[in-house]
């Protein structure tokens, strides 16, 4: 287990920085199409290039999703949009398919949030979707996120261009923490 200073402590689950002795699960993950699910693209990624993701320099930091025993569920991360002097945060998320839809990644981006509003000097936080993800947009509007259009043909998933929903939160809409608990 990660040392206390590293992890977030919600109310069902943690959120934990990814230490090195994650890296062969987040691997095994990335390159398994059913973790990130139909509305993402298709990933095969190497050791070698999950070690990268540590080294990031535009600060990206990943979380590995712990339910309070210890079982790994998922990850969330986030990074500055173009650069750090933009002011502005990405999310994005996944969980095993078997522990959706039950509310564990609401909790985890409500975590995420708060921790990102309590920590960065950032003005917006964001995050895409696919139209036909339901689920995301549940969570994200959930989590405080108001849905800002359409990105008409923003990515290439599995074959195909496909339209994108931009969702973001600002400062002034998140007003204190829900989620973090402090000990």
Request: charged letters at 30%; a positive charge.
């Amino acid at each position: 287990m990660a040392s206390v200073s590293a992890v977030l402590a919600g109310k069902t689950l943690n959120l934990r920085i990814v230490e090195k002795e994650d890296l062969p699960l987040i691997a095994e993950w990335s390159n398994n199409p059913d973790f990130f699910g139909e509305y993402d693209p298709i990933r095969q990624t190497s050791r070698s290039e999950t070690e990268k993701m540590l080294e990031t320099p535009y600060e990206m930091k990943t979380f590995i999703v712990e339910k309070k025993d210890g079982t790994k569920i998922g990850v969330i991360y986030h990074y500055h949009v173009l650069h750090p002097a933009h002011r502005q945060l990405e999310i994005g998320f996944s969980l095993l398919p078997n522990e959706r839809g039950k509310g564990y990644c609401t909790e985890a981006v409500k975590l995420l949030v708060d921790y990102l509003f309590l920590s960065r000097d950032t003005t917006r936080i964001q995050a895409f979707t696919d139209p036909r993800n339901l689920a995301c947009q549940k969570v994200l509007e959930k989590g405080g996120f108001k849905k800002e259009g359409i990105l008409r043909k923003w990515i290439f998933i599995r074959g195909e261009l496909r339209d994108s929903y931009p969702y973001s939160i600002l400062r002034e809409d998140w007003k204190e923490p829900k989620k973090l608990v402090t000990k």
